[in-house]
């Protein structure tokens, strides 16, 4: 159910308590599902939804965000990251980006960087989603002090509720969104930073992974088609003064002669694989001084999502900027696990001597519910996460 993003949170509410007591003015046997046939007989009453179970839920190195769409996952992750025990697990504002725009919550991930630490939730065609609506009754964001106490960020086309003090975000296009949502932080920072993250407008495989540096680091991400550097990213990317330039993705998604239009601004450096998923595990092992994961051993926090959902990327970037942070990798298109995902894996599998608790362990968060990622592939992630015993050679007399 989608409401007018106008309305305020209050009425939310009201219409929520209506929509209840309506429904106790019903025959019983409607609100319990059973149906009458032509016969007058009742009929059997319909299954109930089936609810997210063990061990799709969470296994022991695992753990599952079972959204459906877009909206939901969003919402269920913002939670996850801010249960709300006390005010201090309240975000101080939410960023809100219009479910079919996957690139500008990929950009809106850099606001989940410190300091204004705001997960992000998704609106649709300007419309509130039941999800995102119970999602902010529940943040109640405190207003970001930083940010002339806003406590909603509206990102290009998306909607926002009322009754929050909200700040909007122009850009007609994904590289205007992108450019006025660096300006921004870099407002809210009080600088710009010194590296800057540029990733393909047109192939959202390659550019997932940059939403969890992003959310973790504050450096921004940045668009730029295979053939062309558009002039809102050149713009965005002189803002910081020569920066670092790290561009994601080989040269059959982001030619050439866009990497030499980028060293003309700073230095360049491309992080490529073969394909998407082995770019994001080289996006994972990398490090440049200050920049980059460097997760070549075990002790860490894993993101998968998967790319036929890129809408899961931008939200999941809170997930790589708190708890047990770490990269977001990549299943396969149909969910299954890429051989080089696999091998990385088992590349910073923990391990023990003699007492595993002693050791340290790695955790995967799974974004998407069983139909972007089986329950089989959770289980063989589950298998590879999980601490084993390394046997020395014994020693010779």
């Known amino acids: 159910m989608l409401v007018p993003a106008a309305r305020p949170l209050a009425v939310l509410a009201a219409a929520a308590v209506t929509l209840v007591l309506a429904g106790c003015g019903r025959d019983d046997r409607a609100s319990t599902g059973v149906g009458i046939k032509s016969d007058g007989v009742p009929a059997a009453p319909a299954p109930a939804p089936a609810a997210p179970a063990y061990p799709a839920l969470a296994t022991k ?16 992750i913002a939670r996850i990251v801010f249960p709300g025990g006390s005010a201090a697990q309240r975000p101080a504002a939410i960023a809100f980006a219009d479910a079919g725009d996957w690139r500008g919550a990929l950009a809106g991930a850099v606001l989940m960087a410190p300091p204004l630490r705001a997960p992000l939730l998704y609106t649709s065609a300007g419309e509130i989603p039941d999800a995102t609506a119970a999602a902010v009754d529940a943040l109640r964001p405190t207003g970001a002090p930083r940010a002339n106490g806003a406590q909603a960020i509206r990102l290009g086309a998306s909607g926002a509720p ?39 407008a047109d192939e959202p495989a390659y550019a997932m992974p940059a939403a969890g540096w992003a959310a973790k680091s504050g450096d921004p991400v940045l668009f730029a088609s295979r053939d ?23 040269a059959s998604v982001i030619s050439a002669g866009v990497e030499e239009q980028l060293s ?45 959902r890129p809408a899961g990327a931008g939200p999941a970037g809170a997930l790589s ?50 139909d972007a990622v089986p329950e089989t592939v959770q289980a063989e992630i589950d298998g590879l996460l999980e601490i084993t015993r390394v046997r020395t050679p014994s020693r010779q007399p």
């Open 61 to 76: 190195n695992t753990t599952r965000v079972p959204g459906a769409d877009a909206a939901e996952t969003a919402a269920q």
């Open 162 to 200: 009322g009754g929050l003090r909200t700040t909007a975000l122009a850009g007609s296009d994904p590289f205007t969104l992108a450019k006025s949502i660096d300006d921004y932080r870099a407002r809210v920072a009080g600088r710009f930073s010194g590296s800057v993250v540029v990733v393909s």
């Open 228 to 250: 062309r550097l558009p002039a809102p990213t050149r713009e965005a990317i002189r803002a910081h003064g020569r920066p670092r330039i790290y561009l994601v993705g080989p």
């Open 264 to 308: 003309r601004l700073g230095t360049v450096t491309r992080i490529a694989g073969r394909d998407a998923p082995a770019t994001a595990v080289e996006f994972a092992r990398f490090s440049d001084g200050p920049f980059g994961w460097g997760v070549t051993d075990p002790g860490h926090g894993l993101v998968f999502t998967t790319p036929p």
């Open 321 to 370: 900027a708190s708890g047990t942070y770490g990269p977001q990798l990549l299943t396969s298109s149909s969910g299954a696990l890429p051989a080089v995902v696999r091998d990385y894996l088992r590349d910073i599998r923990p391990g023990y001597s003699s007492d595993p608790v002693r050791g340290v362990y790695n955790h995967a968060w799974i974004v998407g519910d069983t």
